[in-house]
């Protein structure tokens, strides 16, 4: 047996196997018989290929000399041709996918948002991190009905997208320390608002620091006056926040808040 298999091996090398069952059988039958087998690691396979290719290439020209069949050379080639693709796009496909950088893994800041029974705690800048760490905690834990925010500020997008998840949720809001500048969004956008007796609130004018103003920080900030009114925020409240220069920072006190229905729970 052994000893049949290396002669087929030698003539098939040699090209002296008519062209139809080398094409058919050793060419595309083997190589069907590789694929439904789940493939071959890359060395041997593509040793394998270019046995089969060699033997076919041989016994097709020898075919070829042998009288004027030129269809039938090409068309063995086409076949041939095939088979070769179909070995060789899944191994540059695994190279691709082994030598492909993997993305990085994002991880929160340690301390910035914490849950403790139905309370999430929110504290230090705003910014995307923040956001991102508290949508996955809402996401995880949909029990939570408060927020509690300590937060001199951050990126005014970045507290928008972390306002809509507070107004998605429906989550009462809540500062026993300093909530200001874009902190302010995310408060005004609870259910509920509360203020501990030692919390304070900031507001301050828009400013956008960029060298070239791609954003008008009028239009900006009117964006986020109009949500301040639509949620019971006296004009008045609101003009004044426009008026405050953006370098300044306004601290009402508890009782202008009240009244002006920033907050609206003790």
Known sequence: MLCLIRRFVRQHWQGQIAPLPTVLITVLGLRMLVFSGGGLWLIPDIALLIWQLVGAIRSLRRHLDSGPQLVAFLAGLAVVGVCVVLTVLPHLDSLARRSAVAPPVWTPRVGDVTLTGTTLYLRGPVDFDMFET??????????????????????????????????????????????????????IAGVRRSLAPTGRLGFHAYKLDAPQQLLDPVAEQEKDHASFRDQGVDPAFVEQISDTPHDQIWFPDHDRLRTAGVTTAP
């Not at 939570?144 to 972390?162: C, E, K, M, P, Q």
Request: charged content about 15%; glycine content about 8%; some cysteine.
């Open 134 to 187: 508290t949508r996955q905690m809402l996401a995880v834990h949909p029990g939570v009905t408060r927020l509690i925010l300590n937060s001199d500020g951050g990126l005014i997008y970045a507290a928008r997208a972390v306002a809509l998840q507070v107004h998605h949720h429906r989550l009462e809001t809540h500062v026993d320390g300093t909530c200001a500048s874009a902190c302010t969004l995310i408060f």
